[in-house]
């Protein structure tokens, strides 16, 4: 039998495959479309036998697309993409089966539990499951890779003006800073410096120790979370004529931040004496994805300043007449803290508005300063509070936040026992944010600040920092332990 599958140009010519053999078969069942030599005749028109000419056997031939034999269905588009599909599937030999066509391979690359050596059979085993540990190899690398470029890359750059630039395109910081991802861009922190060391005095080692800690915790923390950073020197300056206004002037620089940065949307101002006790508390996390909840309206939930809230004049609007404004968080536009005192200014928030730009121009009004800045002992903070108590206006946008969720007190402000639950450092919850608000006046700013360095360090400590103390921690003792044995038997 021939096994050729190629159609017989030939009239009554057999086939090779079963099932198609042509009728006009010889009797002895040959199935081959040769026919006996003497059996084909030309005729002078170049014919052969049974009137098939050369070229329409020719062009029978080429209107044969692939070989007859087999099945023209299925040969769509699908049914292509599932043939791909299929023969790039991986294929599993199972068992000992060995009755393969072309057996002169049997067994080339091929490993069997019923043939070869062991040592063949392992080194076979290991080929095989090192061609199946590729890919997950190279996802491995992968995503390590992906870690060394959002995470390390931020860790590793040197404080040079070459790689700082590198160090702004970090992939951590684009996707902290990105608004739809992280949303650091929304942000600025606002820190208040005090590089001339104010009117009357220069700074000495201890503060310039308080400025250097304070700004290297406030440069780690938007480091991390893609804020921005304006550091404000707070040196007095001239702003008019007839005046001086010491303290006064985060009024002034909020507003200049704000022309600064005029895609973001909130400022953070802290004074210098703040420390950030908590790095891995993002602002959103922490307060803006849950505002409402996180805010007070209603200064009666705590007012230690006694103010009558709400106003109750007739000519007044329903909003400026409700205890809590228009209920809406969009309308809040400052976000403050307040201390057993009132007010408190060392670490607030302020939103880019129109209501903000008219009370920054109202805050910082200087006819209000020139006739109350005697009165006013806490200067911008006291003026805060008149603004309050006397505008309608001011209060349907301002909100309050309880004092240890950005502005906690450490013992000895605001009372020397340090007791109050609403006002005072707690270190088993955590608190956000320290303010060492007046040290100066008998306290120790740089042994507070110190302190609370260190108990932030202790507090965010990596596992592998934990385990380091632990061994150190272990082995002062056994040392110590030894050292008292001694002194005792001597």
């Known amino acids: 039998m021939s096994l050729s599958r190629s159609p017989s140009p030939r009239a009554g010519g057999g086939w090779s495959s079963p099932g198609l053999t042509s009728p006009f078969d010889t009797l002895s069942g040959r199935s081959s479309p040769r026919k006996a030599y003497g059996d084909l005749h030309i005729s002078n028109g170049g014919t052969m036998g049974n009137g098939v000419t050369w070229a329409s056997a020719k062009a029978k031939s080429e209107e044969v697309n692939g070989y007859p034999s087999f099945s023209t269905r299925n040969n769509g588009f699908f049914s292509r993409s599932a043939r791909k599909i299929s023969s790039s599937l991986p294929r599993f030999h199972i068992g000992g089966r060995q009755n393969h066509a072309e ?94 060391g104010g009117v009357m005095e220069w700074k000495g080692p201890r503060e310039w120790a308080i400025e250097r800690d304070s700004v290297k915790n406030k440069k780690k923390y938007v480091a991390k979370w893609g804020y921005d950073l304006e550091i404000v020197d707070m040196s007095t300056k001239k702003r008019y004529a007839h005046e001086w206004r010491e303290s006064w002037e985060k009024v002034d620089t909020m507003r200049n931040c704000m022309r600064k940065y005029p895609e973001a949307e909130w400022f953070w101002w802290l004074d210098l004496n703040t420390f950030i006790m908590e790095p891995s508390y993002s602002l959103q996390s922490h307060i803006f994805n849950q505002l409402p909840k996180n805010t007070y309206r209603d200064i009666n939930d ?40 009132g007010f408190n200014l060392g670490s607030f928030f302020l939103r880019r508005s129109a209501w903000t730009d008219r009370l920054l121009d109202i805050w910082w009004d200087p006819v209000a300063y020139e006739q109350k800045h005697m009165e006013w002992e806490h200067k911008e903070q006291d003026a805060l509070e008149h603004l309050y108590l006397t505008q309608p206006w001011i209060r349907t946008h301002t909100a309050f936040i309880p004092q240890r969720k950005i502005n906690s007190f450490p013992t000895g402000a605001c009372g020397e026992n340090g007791e109050d639950p609403r006002i005072h450092y707690k270190e088993q919850d955590r608190d956000f944010v320290v303010n060492m608000a007046g040290c100066e006046w008998g306290r120790d700013c740089w042994g507070e600040m110190y302190n609370f360095r260190e108990l932030s360090n202790k507090l965010n400590r990596t596992p592998w920092e934990k385990f380091k103390d632990g061994i150190s921690e272990r082995w002062k003792a056994m040392t110590q332990g030894k050292k008292d044995g001694e002194e005792k038997q001597g």
Not at 304 to 327: C, F, K, M, Q, W
Not at 334 to 340: A, F, G, K, R, S
């Open 103 to 196: 057996k002169e391979k049997l067994g080339r690359g091929r490993w069997y539990p019923n043939g070869g050596s062991r040592l063949v059979k392992f080194k076979t085993l290991l080929a095989s499951v090192a061609r199946r540990m590729r890919l997950r190899i190279l996802i491995v690398l992968a995503v390590l890779l992906a870690f060394i470029l959002f995470y390390i890359t931020r860790k590793l750059v040197p404080l040079s003006i070459l790689l700082n630039a590198y160090h702004q395109l970090a992939m951590h910081r684009l996707y902290r800073r990105n608004s739809f991802l992280g949303g650091g861009s929304k942000f600025v922190v606002v820190l208040a410096a005090n590089q001339g």
């Open 302 to 341: 705590y007012n230690p300043l006694n103010i009558s809230h709400p106003l109750t004049e007739v000519y007044l609007d329903p909003i400026s007449r409700s205890a809590t404004g228009d209920n809406d968080p969009k309308s809040i536009d400052l976000v403050v803290p307040q201390d057993c005192g």
